[in-house]
């Protein structure tokens, strides 16, 4: 009778385990079509840029940066006044504190353009473009 309890709990946890493996499986399949695009490890995956903002002039210009799912953009970004940093799309809002550079990782995720802005005043850094 004893030996019945382990036995139930193996089976418990072979199904448990079953069901992990498959989900995951799935997932793998479902990701294959960006794998070919992502294939390229952590060296490359982070793309630096560095901002700064004098006034209401943004430099460089803003523009398009286009990263890959799962790709880091390394934001820094020096401001001579203080002011908000938004990443929109990535939920980030950061402090800037005059003349202090601020960095700022945005790991792209879902695929979509985010723009990334100051709000005293506003002004849009760059659009971050996620493939
Ligand atoms: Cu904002």
Same mark, same amino acid.
Request: charged share 15%.
């Given at each position: 009778m004893r030996a019945l309890v382990p036995t139930a709990l193996a089976c418990t946890a072979l199904v448990l385990a079953g069901c992990a +493996? +498959?989900?995951s499986t $799935?997932? $793998? &399949? /479902? *990701? /294959? +079509? *960006?794998? @070919? +695009?992502t294939r390229t490890p952590t060296a490359e995956a982070v793309r630096t &840029? /560095?901002? @700064?903002v004098r006034g209401k002039d943004v430099t460089p210009a803003p523009d398009v940066v286009s &990263?890959?799912?799962?790709? /880091?953009?390394?934001?820094?970004? @020096?401001?001579?006044h203080d002011d908000q940093l938004h990443a929109h799309g990535f939920g980030v809002e950061?402090?800037?504190?005059?003349?202090?550079p601020r960095r700022l990782d945005l790991r792209g995720a879902e695929?979509?353009?985010?723009? &990334?802005e100051t709000h005293e005043p506003p002004l849009r850094l760059l659009?971050?473009?996620?493939?």
């Open positions: +493996a +498959a989900s $799935s997932s $793998s &399949i /479902t *990701t /294959t +079509a *960006t794998a @070919t +695009a &840029i /560095t901002i @700064t &990263i890959r799912r799962g790709q /880091t953009l390394r934001l820094v970004v @020096t401001s001579d950061e402090q800037l504190v005059a003349g202090q695929p979509g353009q985010y723009e &990334i659009v971050v473009q996620v493939r």
